[in-house]
Each structure stands twice: as C-alpha cells, then as structure tokens.
C-alpha cells in the first residue's frame, strides 16, 4: 500500500482534542430524589469526574476516533498496489484513424479504447503524470504530463473519429521525444488496432483488430463516350468469410440500378454501368447490408466539368505511359512520334514529351517532361550511374510515400524558384511538379525504360495523380478525394475569400492557397467565389482502413487480457469514507438507544 498524499497526517491532533472534550465534559444532571438510596450512583458520578474516569468504557469515543482517523486516511488517498508496477509518467496513445470506427461490442474501436484509457486512469494514482497523445495519420499532443484526472477524462472524450489513414509507428519517434523530456521513468498504453510494436519503449499495446463482416466501395467513376455515359464501380469484400448484399447506384437522389453481390473473401469485382445520360452533379454508390465499417459502404462520385480533356504524348514507344494517362477519367489521350508533327493549331490540355525536348514549346496547356534536357523552364545537370529513388515526404500523396525504385541512370534538376521536388535520390532532386504564369510544369529527369519504376504498383498512381493535378483547372485539382488526401483550394484572386461548405452545412471562409481541413467529415463538399462554384468529394480510405477480416489481426496481446492487465492499483479513499459513514451511523443508533 502507498499513499498519494501525507500532510493530512497532521489532523491527527484532532484526537487529542476530541478526547480533551470528553474530560471536560460533565456526565450527570441534577434531580431531586425521594430517597438516599441513590446516593451510592451519585457517588459514581462524582467519582467519574475525575478527568481519566470520564473515559472509562466510553463506547461513542472510540467509535469518533475510529471515524476521525478514517477520514484523515481517506484524505491521504491510500492506493493498493496490484497489476504491475507503477509509474510516475504514463503516456497514452488512442489511434483514431479511419479503421477505429469499425464495429466493437455496442460501439467502435475507438469508442472502446476511449473507455479502457479512462478505466486505466483510474486505476492510476491521483499524482501519476499524465501525456495523452492521439494519432490520426499525425501525432498530437493533447496534454502535457498534467495529473488532473478530471481534465484527462474530458480530453479523451473529446478525441474524435478521423477517417485518415496513417502508419502509427510513426509515433514512436514523437514518444521517444517526449520521454526524453521526462526524468522519471514512464510508461506507454497504446490502443489501436494495427499491427504496431513499441521496440524498446516500455510499454504495452492493447489491440482493438478484431474480425467481421465487411464489404467497400473502392471507386466509382465515369468516362463520357460517343453516346453515353460510362460509370464503373469497384467492391472488395475485405471482412472475414464471404459477403453477399446489394450495390446500389444513385443519379443525385434517383435510383438508377441495384445489383446483387456474392463475394468470396478478399475478392473484388468491377461493376459497368451505361448511361445515356448524368442528370446531376453527384454519382453515389452504396451498399445496402450493415456490416462492420458503415462509412465504407457509401462512396460519392463528383461528376465536375463534363468537357474532354486531350492529353498529347510525344514518344517513340512507352506503353507504360499510354495505359496510365487512359486511366483518368475524361481523357483522351492522343499519341506521337515526333515533335514535328505539332502545329500551332493543336490546343490540348497536357503535353507530355517522353525522352524528347521540344525546340519550340506549346504556348498552351500543360507541360510534362520525362529525361528532358535544359529548356526555358529549368536546367538539367548530368547525374549518376544507378541509385534507389524515394518520394518526398509531404510532397506526395500518402498512398506514393513509400514510393521507391532503382534507377540505372539519371540526371539532376534545378528545382526552379515556382516549383517542388517530389522523388529524389541521395541529395539530387530527379522530380518537381510546380505552375508558373497559370501554366502547371512537372519533370522526370529519367528514362523510365532505365529503371523498375514502371513495374511498381506507385507508377499508375504517381502518374494518375500527376496528370489529374495538371489537367484540372478549377478551384481543386480534381473532383474526388479520399480522407487524408491533400486538398488545396485556388481561388479566381488572391484578393477573393473562398466559402467552403461542409457536407453537414457548416461553412468556412478561406483564402487562395489555404488547405482544406476536412474536419473529420466524409462527403460532398462545395465552393464558392464570386459566381463560381465547384463541388468536389472525400470518400474513406477503404485501401488502408477497411480490412476486417482475422488474418488483419495482429499477435498483439489480447484485449481480454489486457484489460486485466492494464489495472495499476485500487483508491480505497472512496472505501475508508463509506466505512466513516456507516461508523456515524452505528453511533447515531447507540446515541438513540441511550449508551
């Protein structure tokens, strides 16, 4: 047994008093009697007011220390110790990315984390420290090492489901930061349902993975052809055993198609719709069976500007290149060998010249050059033979930034004032992307015939991603996110505010260039400056966040067990108080009886 505090130790000198009162106290009254045959009691008592006799089989006194020294205990807060060592500095980290809100007994993943942190707590003691981090695809601290118990309960509650996505391993290095900071030693509870190892930091991880049923959408895109509109739809079955349900396909709130599924586990398939026309700005799909993750089964489609866009690549043979750029939705993409066969004539939207520079470049549209040489937009410097590539951290979408690749050869470039690199290798930038004088540049200063980079699953995104941002011309670089992407908003000025209204109808101004903080919200988003508008969607992770099935489960101690094991003590303040209580009682009834 400890205890958390000790100055009440000095109301102890209240028994004395107490005592004190009751030898001071006269213990008979005066009568008038009929007889001396009471006088053998009245000499008792005169006996009993000798100071010591007072106390003689004085039942209540004893029963009002015994109620005293509970109290005084009680206010240094005795704790048992049970379950493990205690600490004088815990950490708790809460993941609350996109996989939290599965389903978890009656509520979610992060629900029930939320609920055994503050079961911990309070089995901690009253001046343990306390550090409360939560991680969302960032690590934020959200207190720092108070021991209020009160406020980091208010705290927990307060972290809310995110619906990014993110390695929470990446909060180890900002744990060991703040350990550094502290001088006592200190104790990790993590609570999350990855896969996730805490290394040398002590600690102990409670695991919230847990199996079920779950199906989601993917994608649902559309394509404009000759006389109708194509609209494609991808479900995985990403829970435990198979799924079956129906897909449903909504123009705005019209019921265009419903199709039954039957997927056996892990199994995806693609859904084709004709249309012969679109009638609203919004294409949603859904899902009609409840499983574990509800915020996968509904995905919204904007469908933006219905114009074509013409997509120009200049290249003697790159298949690579032709199959990736044909994956964006809206595009043509037309092909050539030569830069002789541009006339100034031709307006497309993006130019992309493959181991070629032209003499003469485009006035119009945008610019992508792979291993170019020297032009008016940047220099090239000779680079070296063979090294691994990687992506630039913060500069790439989170689904490219494990992104790496060998390259046989390369150069390196000059990243210009309007630009930034996003793939580099050792300290040599080999990709930028940036926009000068409102057209968007971007540059590959390899051959991608020289490197592995087109056998990596990253090169159809990297470059779906690169032609979406260059193509677009609104107010967001395309029409369709997925949470935790980054999203930048450009205005028709910098002198106009832009109004951003929430899918729940809350609205915020901001300023050309200001990212769009989603604000844990999944949806149809809308903007508006001046007379323009544009909508655009943000759609949940399902690639990184939607696996429910039992092989997702990590070795992870059990959460049965831990929550066992996460209990540090017992507070028997609250005991030694109703104890108190029932002593009061007890003598209130012996007062009544006479005694």
């Known amino acids: 047994m400890g205890f958390t505090n000790l100055w009440p130790l000095f109301l102890l000198i209240t028994i004395p008093l107490l005592v004190l009162l009751y030898i001071l106290k006269r213990k008979y009254r005066e009568e008038v009697i009929s007889s001396t045959l009471l006088w053998n009691e009245v000499y008792k008592n005169t006996r009993a007011n000798t100071p010591w006799?007072?106390?003689?089989?004085?039942?209540?006194?004893?029963?009002?220390?015994?109620?005293?020294?509970?109290?005084?205990?009680?206010?240094?807060?005795?704790?048992l110790n049970f379950g493990g060592k205690?600490?004088?500095?815990?950490?708790l980290l809460i993941d609350n990315t996109a996989s939290m809100s599965a389903e978890y007994g009656d509520g979610t993943r992060l629900e029930e984390g939320k609920k055994l942190a503050k079961e911990f707590l309070a089995s901690t003691k009253d001046d343990t420290n306390t550090y409360i981090i939560s991680y969302d695809g960032d690590s934020k601290l959200l207190q720092n090492g108070e021991?209020?118990?009160?406020?980091?309960?208010?705290?927990?509650?307060?972290?809310?489901?995110?619906?990014?996505?993110?390695?929470?391993?990446e909060s180890l290095s900002f744990i060991k930061a703040i350990g550094e900071g502290i001088e006592e030693e200190y104790e990790v509870i993590a609570f999350t349902d990855k896969d996730f190892s805490l290394g040398d930091v002590n600690g102990k991880i409670v695991s919230l993975a847990n199996s079920g049923v779950n199906a989601s959408i993917d994608n649902v895109s559309h394509k404009f052809l000759e006389d109708k509109v194509r609209v494609i739809a991808t479900v995985t079955n990403r829970g435990s055993g198979d799924y079956a349900g129906d897909f449903s396909l909504y123009d705005g709130e019209e019921l265009l198609s419903v199709t039954s599924l039957e997927l056996k586990e892990s199994e995806s398939r693609t859904l084709t719709f004709d249309l012969p026309t679109i009638k609203s700005e919004v294409l949603k799909g859904e899902l009609s069976r409840k499983d574990m993750i509800l915020e996968d089964n509904t995905y919204n489609h904007v469908v933006g500007k219905k114009k074509v866009n013409k997509v120009l690549i200049v290249t003697e043979q790159n298949l690579f290149l032709e199959k990736a750029f044909s994956s964006i939705e809206n595009t043509e993409v037309y092909k050539t060998n030569s830069t002789s066969n541009l006339t100034s004539a031709d307006k497309y939207d993006l130019y992309v010249f493959d181991n070629v520079t032209p003499d003469v470049i485009p006035s119009e549209g945008s610019l992508l050059f792979i291993n170019p040489s020297s032009n008016e937009y940047f220099n090239v410097i000779s680079g070296g033979e063979g090294g691994e590539a990687k992506a630039v951290i913060g500069e790439v979408s989170k689904y490219l930034e494990d992104t790496?690749?060998?390259?046989?050869?390369?150069?390196?470039?000059?990243?210009?004032?309007?630009?930034?690199?996003?793939?580099?290798?050792?300290?040599?930038?080999?990709?930028?992307k940036g926009e000068v004088d409102g057209r968007k540049i971007a540059a590959l200063s390899f051959d991608l015939h020289d490197s592995d980079f087109p056998l990596k699953k990253e090169f159809p995104i990297l470059v779906y991603d690169l032609g979406e941002n260059m193509i677009s011309s609104g107010m967001v670089y395309k029409s369709n996110f997925k949470a935790g992407d980054k999203i930048i908003a450009r205005g028709l000025s910098s002198e106009n505010n832009i109004l951003l209204t929430y899918p729940n109808g809350e609205t915020l101004e901001l300023k050309s260039g200001d990212e769009v903080k989603e604000d844990n919200q999944l949806g149809v988003y809308k903007l508006n400056v001046l007379e323009e508008k544009e909508s655009f969607s943000v759609n949940f992770p399902s690639e990184k966040e939607s696996n429910t099935s039992i092989s997702n489960i990590s070795e992870s101690e059990n959460i049965v067990k831990a929550k066992a094991d996460l209990k540090r003590g017992l507070n028997i303040s609250p005991l030694l108080i109703l104890l108190a209580m029932g002593i009061v009682a007890f003598e209130w009834i012996m007062y009544k009886r006479g005694n």
Do not use: H, V
């Open 147 to 169: 021991f209020n118990k009160e406020i980091s309960n208010e705290i927990i509650s307060d972290i809310s489901q995110s619906y990014n996505t993110g390695d929470i391993s």
């Open 86 to 91: 205690s600490y004088k500095n815990i950490i």
């Open 404 to 432: 790496t690749f060998t390259a046989a050869k390369y150069n390196s470039i000059e990243i210009p004032y309007y630009g930034r690199g996003f793939l580099n290798i050792d300290e040599d930038y080999i990709g930028f």
């Open 53 to 79: 006799e007072k106390l003689r089989k004085n039942i209540m006194l004893l029963l009002q220390i015994i109620i005293l020294l509970l109290l005084i205990f009680s206010l240094m807060k005795p704790f």
